[in-house]
Structure formats: structure tokens, C-alpha cells
């Protein structure tokens, strides 16, 4: 993979600020946007199980999402 | 015509009563970048979108009636035996006195579904180019929904309805790029 699925950037914090600064902010760039034309026989999952749990065939199309709350995995 | 088969696309499963996490989801039910947009959107616009693309309208815009069958299964099942004091307290005692343990189509402030939140321009880039941020908006949705729920299995349904609008955007991108194309130039390498 030739690119990350999230980025992130350290906002301008003011001294003034009421709320406690969060000094890194990251957003998600899902493969999709790295992707023009999805090339023939793409690799997919080895079974179609992982591929239900992933919501996709293809794993060059899966982005994981783990929830801000503090989740690590799954 | 549709088949319908009697299942769910991906399981749906609960681990508590929370009425207050049904009240949020309901945004992906009625609300501008919810499913029930999305379906209707895509299943009108079909009609008008050259040949080559209205498969892929069709298909999506059918996906996503499933999408809002799992988002309805997890509504029914968060508040079908609150209390009328729980969906107080969850904020949804408006809803409770308007609709009882009903659904609606409605955001999650309770604004009612409008087809304003719906276009059909009928110029093909236009409406692939809304379709594409259709898809990017429900995404973010989704994240931030899983970033305010502590539902475990909710987490997993809505991580894989996720996934399905990033495959989604990935088609309308490659449907834009068939309309794009030159048709009759010949292709020297």
C-alpha cells in the first residue's frame, strides 16, 4: 500500500482556548480515494466469512475503523 | 421487481436496552445522508443516467434498502421494551408521545425526512458527483456514531455499513471515469 488510511495535523492552539486543546486532529482517506479504476482479479479474502466481517471482497479496498472512545481492535 | 429474502444482509446484534444510541442511529434512518436518501436517490436518478451505469445505480440504490433494514433492526431492538421513563430520560419522549415505540423518518433532532435532502439533476456528472459525497457524508456519519456508542456489537453492524460506503464511493468514482471516457478515439500506447 502506497498510502495511509488516515492524516492528521497539529491545529492552531490559542492560549485563550476554554476547552482543553487537543493538539493532534486525524481524519479518515479511505482507499477509495487512492483507487481510479479497480484493476481485474483484484486479490480477495481467502474465505467469504472474513469477507462478510471485513464488508468487502477485496482487501485493498479495507479500512478498519476504530471508535475515538478509546477501542483498540475489532 | 425485487425478490426479498427474509434475512438480513450482515446480523444485527444488541447488548443493551439504549434508547439514547437508537436516537443517534436514527440519523442513518431518516436524516439527509441516511440510507432511506440514499436508496431513493440512487433508484430515482437510474432512469436518466446513460445505459451503462444504470446497473450500478440499481444495485447500490437496492443495497442501501438493506442498509436501512439493519439500521431499523437496531432502532426496534435498542428502545422495543424502554420504559416511557427511559425514552424520557434518552430524550425521546417527543417521539414517544407523537409515535408510541413506532419508527419514523426522521433525523436524530426529529426533523421529518424531506426529498430536499434528494437531488436528480439529470446531467450524469452532476449526480455521480452527488452520489459520491452522498456516500463520503454517511461514512463520516458512521464514524462518528461509533465514536459516541459503547455497544460493542452495534460497533460491528455499523463498522461494516462503514465499509460498504467506501465500496460504494469506490463504484461511483469508476462510473465517473466510464462517462468520461472517449468513446471512438482510438487508443495508441
Not at chain 1, 495535523?9 to 486532529?25: E, G, H, M, N
Not at chain 1, 481510479?36 to 482487501?59: D, H, I
Request: hydrophobic fraction near 35%; proline fraction near 6%; glycine fraction near 4%.
Amino acid at each position: 500500500m502506497t498510502f495511509t488510511l488516515t492524516k492528521c495535523y497539529s491545529p492552531f492552539v490559542s492560549k485563550f482556548d476554554p476547552c482543553k486543546p487537543v493538539l493532534t486532529k486525524c481524519y479518515s482517506t479511505p482507499p477509495n480515494l487512492y483507487i481510479e479504476f479497480q484493476p481485474n482479479n483484484t486479490e480477495q479474502f481467502p474465505t467469504a466469512k472474513e469477507a462478510l466481517y471485513a464488508g468487502t471482497l477485496w482487501p485493498c479496498l479495507y479500512d478498519p475503523y476504530y471508535s475515538k472512545r478509546g477501542e483498540s481492535s475489532g | 421487481m425485487w425478490y426479498y429474502e427474509k434475512k438480513l444482509q450482515y446480523p444485527v446484534k444488541v447488548s443493551q436496552c439504549n434508547p439514547m444510541l437508537a436516537k443517534y442511529l436514527t440519523e442513518q434512518y431518516g436524516g439527509a445522508d441516511g440510507e432511506l436518501s440514499a436508496a431513493l436517490r440512487y433508484l430515482n436518478q437510474r432512469y436518466t443516467i446513460p445505459d451503462k451505469v444504470v446497473g450500478l445505480l440499481n444495485d447500490i440504490g437496492t443495497e442501501e434498502f438493506a442498509h436501512l433494514e439493519m439500521i431499523a433492526t437496531m432502532i426496534y431492538k435498542l428502545t422495543k421494551d424502554a420504559t416511557p421513563e427511559q425514552l424520557v430520560d434518552a430524550g425521546l419522549g417527543a417521539h414517544f408521545v407523537n409515535h408510541d415505540h413506532a419508527l419514523f423518518y426522521q433525523n436524530a433532532a426529529g426533523s421529518p425526512w424531506t426529498a430536499t435532502y434528494i437531488q436528480a439533476k439529470g446531467d450524469p456528472i452532476a449526480d455521480l458527483y452527488e452520489d459520491i459525497a452522498a456516500e463520503e457524508k454517511a461514512r463520516a456519519t458512521y464514524q462518528w456514531i461509533i465514536d459516541i456508542s459503547d455497544d460493542p456489537f452495534i460497533n460491528d453492524s455499523l463498522k461494516f455499513l462503514r465499509e460498504r460506503e467506501i465500496v460504494h464511493s469506490q463504484r461511483f468514482h469508476e462510473a465517473v471515469e466510464l462517462l468520461k471516457e472517449e468513446r471512438d478515439r482510438k487508443k495508441v500506447f
